[in-house]
């Protein structure tokens, strides 16, 4: 029986593509209901093991769909998403269409930034005065931000920004212009993704 991969929801019916999807597949398609979108591929699994490869290919359909038809509001979903069959994933639309709907209101016309600013080995940094800075320099051009984990010792900031499209090129040169001034920060910028750290829609179970 061939389950589904979910990649995330959209306001449409009619995406389809061929492309390298995850677990081999080479195709994803839209299961709908009333005008909202699941974008998915096919699976032999409803509990697929999540390695390095597949977690960048689920990455780069999500850019995929965001790029489609000059531009998509997709809410995403996490690695790992997948059901029996059409069926089910409908009845999950059905019950979760208004939370959808609130989420795409709230992400339209934005992608996720990730900053990450590791101190330099043996520098001497001052958390706080950077994290002021930060929140000064960054906080006027994003929408939203949410602070992640510090996994590291050295590990001075770590968050990511809910950016308006139209105000990328503003927050890249704010990223350079902050590099440049601080020579005792590894400055890592990722991104764009699509809006993980911004959206809450519980979906239920995947059978």
Partial sequence: MTNRYVYGV???????FE???VAGAERVYTVSHRRLGAVVSDIDTTDPAETDE???IHDEVLREIMA???GTTIVPMQFGMAFEGDRELKNVLRGARPAFRRAMNDIEGTVELGLKLVREEGADVDRDAV???????FGTIAAQSVENDLFSDRLVLNRSYLVDEDDREAFDEAVAEFEDDHDE???????PFAPYSFVDVEIGAKR
């Fill in 54 to 56: 597949d977690a960048q």
């Fill in 185 to 191: 920060l590894l400055v890592q910028y990722t991104g």
């Fill in 19 to 21: 492309t390298e999807a």
């Fill in 131 to 137: 994290e002021a800075e930060v929140a000064d320099v």
């Fill in 10 to 16: 959209v306001e449409s019916d009619d995406i389809e």
């Fill in 68 to 70: 489609h038809d000059g």
